[in-house]
Structures are given as structure tokens and as C-alpha cells.
């Protein structure tokens, strides 16, 4: 994020919130094998879920 003037407490807000999505969804994290972290998330509740219900997958 640069430093910038904005003309409204809105416009300031949408570029916050721009900027999260992409910290969050777009932009590679070294520390999470540069996968963002919304994907960890993601693999992470999949695992979750997994797990959850004793899901097994079928061996041909």
C-alpha cells in the first residue's frame, strides 16, 4: 500500500479492503510454500472435513 490522500472515508475503506483480498487471495507467502493464504485455509478445511467424516477414498 502506498501513501495516498483519499477524498473520503469510503474510498479509504475500499482500498483497505483491495488490498486485504489481495494479501489474502492473490499474493504467494513464502512461509506457506508460496500458495496464498486463502488456499491454506481452504486445504486446511478440506482436510478438516476429511477427517471429519471418516471419508476413506476407494482403492482401485
Known amino acids: 500500500m502506498f501513501l495516498n490522500e483519499f477524498e473520503t472515508p469510503r474510498d479509504l475503506r ?4 483491495d488490498y486485504i483480498k489481495f494479501y489474502n487471495g492473490e499474493r ?7 500458495v496464498s493464504p486463502n488456499n491454506v485455509y481452504s486445504q486446511f478445511l ?3 472435513a476429511l477427517k471429519t467424516y471418516n471419508f476413506k ?3 482401485s
Open 46 to 48: 478440506t482436510r478438516k
Open 28 to 34: 504467494p507467502h513464502q512461509i506457506a510454500e508460496r
Open 57 to 59: 477414498p476407494e482403492r
Open 14 to 17: 475500499k482500498e483497505i479492503a
